[in-house]
């Protein structure tokens, strides 16, 4: 109840600095519209903004999904083969620090303007993150719990499911919040470089017609719709993921 507080209060003040700062400084809508506007955009523009965010997530949830398989895999190679390890290691050095939206002419060219090139950039931009931590998680089990799965039987992917991911959950978790969080940007910055994705949109496409038609309660309306899923997705789903997960497993061995 207390964060619940905190968080409106820091609400209520942002908005009053936002109106005070629109009237002393004597901006006109069309620069810095007013609190009412944007609630007004918000308001009469509800479905649309939720089709668009619908769409989004859709393509982040798939492109996240492809990339949590694809970094475990390459993960797990990682462990099984030095020489892989070092290949991966270098690729990894160079391509994680790369934002993922330079990469979209390329994406451009390899897909065209369309739906695959936006999933190609949150892709790019989620696995280099999620390969980081589930790397480093890997190499922090103890070597008595892998020899322990593997007087159990277990090999392969069994003592990967079984034992591996288990143990290195709190990476995992990590990884997770680092990639959904540059999978959200990239999606969004693909969209507002070349509008629509084959003819449809998420937040992004809401973001480019909306600067384009000069309406400005829209962008900001948009913005603040960015934001909040932002929050509501590290709150609702990692929070509590957490909770669930990596916080009973520290109580049960405390």
């Known amino acids: 109840m207390k964060r619940i507080f905190s968080k409106l209060t820091l609400i209520f003040t942002s908005a009053l600095l936002?109106?005070?700062?629109?009237?002393?400084g004597g901006y006109s809508e069309l620069l810095l519209?007013?609190?009412?506007?944007v609630a007004r955009s918000l308001w009469m523009e509800k479905i649309e903004l939720l089709k668009n965010t619908a769409f989004s997530l859709k393509l982040i949830g798939f492109g996240l999904a492809v990339a949590f398989v694809l970094a475990?895999?390459?993960a797990i190679l990682c462990m099984a083969s030095r020489a892989f390890q070092g290949l991966i290691t270098d690729v990894m050095a160079v391509m994680h620090p790369l934002p993922g939206i330079a990469i979209l002419p390329v994406a451009i060219l390899w897909f065209g303007?369309?739906?695959?090139?936006v999933i190609f950039v949150i892709v790019f931009s989620a696995v280099w993150p999620l390969l980081n931590h589930f790397y480093t998680g890997f190499r922090s089990i103890p070597k008595n719990q892998l020899e322990v799965g593997r007087n159990l039987g277990l090999s392969g992917v069994k003592l990967a499911v079984y034992v591996m991911l288990p143990a290195s959950l709190p990476h995992i978790l990590g990884g997770l919040r680092t990639g959904w969080a540059r999978a959200w940007q990239a999606s969004v910055a693909a969209e507002l470089v070349f509008g629509a994705a084959g003819g449809h949109g998420g937040l992004g496409w809401y973001l480019y017609k909306k600067r384009f038609m000069m309406e400005t309660p829209g962008v900001f309306a948009g913005m603040i719709v960015?934001?909040?899923?932002g929050l509501l997705v590290e709150y609702f789903v990692f929070s509590i993921l957490e909770n669930l997960t990596v916080k009973k497993l520290k109580q049960v061995i405390d």
Request: charged share 10%; glycine share 12%.
């Open 226 to 229: 960015i934001i909040a899923i």
């Open 18 to 24: 936002w109106e005070s700062a629109r009237i002393i």
């Open 113 to 117: 303007i369309g739906v695959k090139s």
């Open 33 to 37: 519209p007013g609190v009412s506007g």
């Open 72 to 74: 475990m895999i390459l």
